[in-house]
């Protein structure tokens, strides 16, 4: 059976690697990012937006969060985010390490936090012994699976701005939120007022691609020397470029994302049918949380399939559905369930 721990398990999408052929086909050109390639891909995202942008490409998720934010923050400035946050929990003190900035956390709720999260820590605006809140970090979609609506999108950036900080947007899932919401990135992310914005590709249908996108004029020029410093200033740039030239011309990140939430909804619905099974968090889009009969249930499974144990002592799991799983493929979790 394919995999399910992530939609990282995934290969790459046909229309991807036709583009990286192209790309190739066409011989030499300026490196380092001049090219005509990186140029068209970065119109493509502006035209996106709905927006001018500041775009660089980076081979990672983590590179595209700690070089972009780093563009915004000083070393005595700190990023406020959820404690259960990509940046938080799976970067390994990347930004610490890179920027010298630090990373404060709250608790939020469901995955989220709001305004009232973050206004207890502005108390340290001013005074010179504590870190310096700038920027407000937040992951669409989250780790729990949950989504922020617009609305809230919006009303975190208004907040940021109007005490003097920034908003980013952890992006990784970005897609699987516009498909589940029915939205467009001109509406979630152009139009609300984000600042920073890490663009996704590798969890829906690229081999390596990430771009950070940024809407702060200031930041351009800092942004030029934090991609070279973090060694993502790739000589052959166009191969990261070209792959969201075919990931986004056709809508193919829009198609690939309905795929693979398509599937989460069926594996959800047919979950649910089983005894001794119930998925106890799901949110219309590929990550599902579920609450296995007993630990049996789940050492049976694992011997069959690959995922992760979110939750040992209530028996839960994370199952993800990614661009390139089929009905097939959930039917033969069933059956194994079912069986178990």
Do not use: W
């Amino acid at each position: 059976m394919k995999m399910f721990g992530s939609d990282n398990n995934s290969g790459i999408h046909p229309a991807v690697i036709d583009a990286i052929i192209a790309e190739n086909d066409r011989g030499h050109a300026v490196p380092y990012g001049e090219d005509e390639t990186t140029k068209r891909a970065t119109e493509l995202i502006e035209k996106l937006m709905g927006k001018k942008a500041n775009v660089h490409f980076t081979t990672t998720g983590t590179s595209a969060n700690i070089i972009g934010l780093s563009g915004l923050l000083r070393p005595y400035e700190a990023v406020v985010t959820i404690n259960s946050a990509h940046i938080r929990v799976d970067e390994c003190n990347a930004l610490e390490r890179f920027n010298g900035s630090t990373i404060l956390d709250v608790e939020g709720r469901q995955g989220k936090i709001y305004p009232e999260h973050v206004k207890p820590l502005l108390s340290a605006h001013g005074d010179h012994h504590a870190s310096q809140p700038k920027v407000i970090s937040i992951s669409q979609v989250t780790e729990i699976g949950t989504m922020y609506t617009v609305e809230e999108i919006k009303n975190l950036a208004d907040f940021a701005h109007k005490h003097d900080m920034y908003l980013h947007v952890d992006g990784a899932r970005i897609a699987n939120a516009l498909e589940a919401q029915e939205s467009t990135f001109k509406e979630m992310i152009g139009d609300t007022g984000v600042d920073l914005f890490s663009f996704g590709g590798t969890k829906n249908g690229m081999m390596i691609g990430e771009a950070i996108v940024s809407f702060v004029p200031e930041a351009k020029k800092n942004h030029i020397y934090s991609v070279k410093q973090g060694m993502q200033l790739l000589s052959k740039m166009r191969f990261i470029s070209s792959q969201f030239i075919g990931y986004l011309e056709d809508d193919l990140y829009m198609k690939n994302a309905k795929q693979a939430n398509d599937m989460g909804r069926y594996l959800c619905e047919e979950l649910n049918k089983i005894d001794g099974v119930s998925v106890v968090d799901y949110q219309n889009n590929n990550m599902l949380f579920v609450k296995m009969r007993d630990e049996e249930m789940i050492r049976g499974l694992a011997s069959k399939l690959y995922f992760y144990v979110i939750d040992e002592e209530e028996n839960i799991i994370r199952l993800i559905t990614s661009y390139d799983t089929t009905k097939a493929d959930v039917d033969n979790i069933i059956n194994t369930v079912k069986s178990l």
